[in-house]
C-alpha cells in the first residue's frame, strides 16, 4: 500500500489550493483528479473574476488555473490526472482508479493520514417532455464543449436557468458564436448578477422570466429541433394559452449545482440538510468533518463561487498541514483567521448573505453535533 | 425591477439607483458612466483606475463610486471590470455628436472608421454610428473597448452595436 | 397534465418514467430507498447523480412532504465505474 501524508481527491480550485498550501508547509501531498487536465472549473471560465485583489480579481479564471498549476509544481505537489477515486475506507485508506493514458488504469490503495475532500458539485437536471433528446445538455456541459473543447453544442441555444452558470454561458456560447435564442427562468426575476445579465440583454437575448420549458420537439432524425415554453403563474403553475414555440437545436440546463459528496457519506461523516445547499457533510472552522483527518473545502460542502472555493481550500489544506505538525499552532490560526475574514468578506451583500448564514448555520450544527458549543 | 425582470435599466432607472456623472462633468468631455447596481465583492474598477477616481473602500461590496473631476475617461476601468458595467461616454465630442465607449469581446472586431448600428441596453437598434477608436492593448487582458460616434441625443441610450454588422 | 408527465423518462441510466416512480410510491415507496428498490431508478451506471433530485421531486409532489423527508441514495463503493479486470489486477487492501 502507498503512503502519502495528505491525499486531496480533486484538482478544482479548492482542492489545488488546499494541495499548494499543504506542500508550501511541507507535507508530501498527492492530488488526485479525475480529468486528464487539472483545474476543475477554472480552464472552462474564461471570463473576468469578481472580488477583491487579493482573490487576484479582474484576472480570468483560466489564467488563476495556469498560475496555481505552476505554484503547484513549484511547493512539489504530486498530481494524479485521468485518476478516480472510487471509495474511502476505514483507516484513512483511498481506492483510486490509477488512469495510465485515460484509457488503461490499475486499482491502488494508498493509506493517507489526512485527506481532503474538494470533489465539486454535479449539474442539476429539469424534468420536461424531451429533457432526453440528443441537443439537451447541462449549462456545465456546453461551457465545457466551447470553452475546453472549442466544439459549438449547436447553432441557435436556449437557456434554461437565469443563474450566473445560465448567464455567462449564454455569453460565452455567444462568444463561440451561437446564437442564443432565449433566456428562460421559472422564477419571476433573474437569479444571477444583473451585469450578466445586462450583457446577454445588450446583445439581444430576450429573456423570459415567469417561463418554463414545457417541451422539446425533435426533428426526424431525434435532435431537438423546437422548443416550447410556457409561462408560469406565482405557483409556479403553467399558464394555459401562454405557450410560444422557439426554433433552437440546443437547449443548455442551468439549474444549479449539486455537492458531490459520495465518499464522505462512505466515511459515515455526519451530515445535514440545509434548505440553501441541500444535503451536506457538516464541518469545523478548519474545514474538518465529523471524521478526524477528513476535511472538506469548495463546492462540495455547498454550491458557491471559484474564490470562496479557493479560501475553504487554502483553510484545509493549513488544518491538515498543522495536524501533521508542518505548522504550529498560533501560525496556523492566524493565517486560517485572516481566510475566515475574507470570506465573510466575499459572503456580504444580497448575493452572500444567504451563503453566510447557511456557513454559520453547518458550523453551529457541527458544534452540536459534537456536544460542544450547543446553541445557547 | 425591470432589471431584474429583463435584465436591464434605462437610464432613467439607473439613475433613480445610484449616481451618474453630472451635466457638467458631461460637458466638458469623456467620463466612466458606472452601471453597477448591485452589491457584489468586486472591486478591480477601484485598483485598477490610474487616477485613483474610483473608490469602493471596505467592505468590497460597497458600490464603486466615482470621483467625476478625476476621472480622465481613460477606458481601463472598462477593460477591468468582470461585470463589464462601466461605459465612457463623451458628450462633448461635437457639437452634434457623443462618442460611447464599450467593452466588446466578440469576433470580428469592428474596425475603425466601420459603419455600425448602435444598440441599447436591451440590445435593440437606435442608431448608426461610426466606430472611431478600438482599444486593445495587453493591458485589456482581451477585452477590447470600442468607441462609437452617434448623434447626442443618443448617447444615454446606446451602450453597444450590433454583432456582425462590420 | 400527469398522464402526459406519466411517459417522461426520469431514470435515464435504467430508464424508468416518472409513471413507474409514482406507481412505486402507490406501492408504499415513502424515500429514495424505497422507489430504487422497488423500479431501479437510480441503480445504473450514474448512481442515481442526475436522476436523484428528480425522484425527490416526485415524493415530495406524491406525498406532500419536504425536500428532507424523502431520504437520499446511500453511495457505495465504487462510486465511480471501475472496470473488473482492473480492480482484479489491483493491490486491494
Known sequence: MLEREIVVVGAGPAGLSAAIEAAGAGARVLCIDLNMRPGGQLFKQIHKFFGSSAHRSGTRGIDIGRMMLDEAEDKGVELWLGSTVIGLFPGNKVGVRHGQDGTAGAFVTVHAQKIIVAAGASENVVRFDGWTTPGVMGAGAAQTMVNVNHVKPGRRVVMLGSGNVGLIVSYQLMQAGCEVAALVEAAPKIGGYAVHAAKIARAGV?????????????????RVCRVVIVGLDD???????????????TVAIGAGLKPTTELLALLKCDFTFHPVWGRVPLHNRDMETSQEGVYIAGDTTGVEEANTALEEGRIAGISAAAALGYLSEDEAKARKDEIWAR???LRMGPFGEKREQAKQDILSAFDESRGGLAAV | MPLLKCGYLTYEELRALRAVPSDARYAKGPVAVIECVQEIPCNPCETSCPSRAICVGDPIVNLPCLAEEQCTGCGMCVAKCPGMAIFVVDKAYSDTTATVGFPYEYFPLPEEGAAVTAVD???????????????????????????VEIPKAFADEVRGIERGTC | MERYDDEIIVCR???????????????GARDVTGVKRRVRAGMGLCQGRTCEKLVQQILCSELGLRPNQVGASSPRPPVRPIAFGELADGEVV
Request: some cysteine; aromatic content about 4%; hydrophobic content about 35%.
Open chain 2, 121 to 147: 441596453r436591451a440590445g435593440q437598434p437606435v442608431c448608426g454610428g461610426t466606430v472611431v477608436r478600438v482599444m486593445n492593448p495587453k493591458a485589456f487582458d482581451h477585452t477590447p473597448v470600442v468607441t
Open chain 1, 235 to 249: 405557483a409556479f403553475q403553467e399558464i394555459p394559452g401562454t405557450e410560444r414555440e422557439i426554433e433552437a437545436d
Open chain 1, 343 to 345: 470570506l465573510a468578506a
Open chain 3, 13 to 27: 441510466c435504467e430508464e424508468i418514467t416518472a409513471g413507474e416512480i409514482r406507481q412505486a410510491i402507490r406501492e
Open chain 1, 206 to 222: 430576450p429573456i423570459y422570466t415567469s417561463h418554463t420549458i414545457k417541451r422539446v420537439v425533435p426533428d426526424e432524425s431525434g
